[in-house]
């Protein structure tokens, strides 16, 4: 992709100006990573990792008195330990390398949604996330806010009475149960310290669970559908092709593709905007399709043309 990027527009910083390019690198770049973690796992700990069946660093644990007494100065007893550390390390080796497999398997699953997205029907899970990122970026932000402030409020409230609330962690797995999976275990456990500790920290708790569930659980979860669903809509709308069967259909696919590398080489981009303005001017689709094989056929046959042209903002196309 990179030396397909430098070929059409000759200059590699066009390639990191997509996100998907990044997962790709990561993807990468963690699979270097793994392979030197497994390889330094079997060369440096297990081919010269050896343990004996049984070590003897008592002399006797059947005597009647001293029966703690090391074997020799104590080389056995130190053996045992040793062989325990070094378990210890390989358990660590072990532990990095199955996180960074599963950090992996989820960059291999947002590669396989990009690959996805040359079909307009089964690339609009990635481009509805790209579409609302902007929204989705600011609504966690407050989201983080507001749910940070409830951690902390909790734990300072009844982190000294409640298991669910007594460190910072604990607070932020209570809550994050109650918001996604509805977990209100931890509820009754409220309502009994309240009870306990009379009316001013039952009102406590009262406002304290039911402007969480209003504001987080209820208003705040039903923005983030709204804001999905607002750009679901925006491109499905844009996903107006036919079925993929149809020679039309596939001509259209055809045709965005072409657009798209086209408007990667700057060189192309003052003859595409002629072309562009044919487009508009003509409603007709068969005019619209021509420009575009025109501009298809330009960007195979052109050379190299001076730099320079300023950066024309071409949309994509609604069929």
């Known amino acids: 992709d990179i030396l397909d990027t430098y070929r059409r527009t000759g200059c590699l910083s066009d390639y990191f100006e997509s996100f998907w390019n990044y997962i790709d690198l990561l993807s990468i770049a963690m699979s270097m990573v793994i392979i030197v973690v497994w390889l330094e796992f079997i060369v440096t700990q297990a081919q010269v990792f050896s343990m004996e069946p049984r070590y003897l660093p008592y002399v006797s644990l059947t005597s009647k008195a001293r029966w703690l007494k090391l ?15 070094d378990m210890s390390r390989m358990t660590d080796f072990q532990v990095a390398y199955m996180m960074l497999n599963g950090f992996h398997a989820v960059f291999l699953m947002l590669r396989v949604m990009k690959v996805c997205d040359f079909q307009p029907r089964m690339g609009i899970i990635t481009r509805t996330l790209t579409c609302a990122c ?3 970026f600011h609504f966690f932000l407050v989201l983080f806010l507001i749910f940070m402030n409830y951690v902390i409020t909790g734990h300072l409230l009844f982190g000294a009475a409640v298991e669910g609330f007594s460190d910072i962690g604990k607070s932020v797995a209570t809550l994050f149960n109650m918001m996604v999976f509805g977990d209100n275990s931890v509820v009754e456990e409220l309502n009994t310290i309240g009870e306990s500790l009379g009316p001013y920290m039952m009102l406590s708790v009262q406002l304290y669970y039911m402007s969480y569930a209003l504001l987080v659980v209820m208003v705040l979860l ?30 259209l696919i055809y045709v965005q593709t072409k657009v798209d590398e086209i408007m990667a080489n700057p060189d192309l981009q003052m003859a595409a905007s002629l072309l562009y303005e044919r487009i508009c001017t003509d409603s007709s689709l068969a005019t619209a399709i021509g420009c575009f094989f025109v501009a298809a056929s330009f960007l195979s046959k052109t050379g190299n043309c001076s730099p320079g042209y300023l950066s024309f903002p071409w949309p994509r196309f609604e069929w």
Request: proline fraction near 2%; aromatic fraction near 8%.
């Open 134 to 136: 902007n929204d989705l």
């Open 222 to 251: 039903n923005f983030l559908l709204a804001i999905v669903m607002d750009a679901f809509n925006v491109v499905k709308d844009s996903a107006k092709v036919r079925a993929p069967g149809t020679a039309l259909s596939c001509s």
């Open 71 to 85: 074997t020799g100065s104590g080389e056995n007893f130190q053996e045992v330990l040793d062989r325990f550390d």
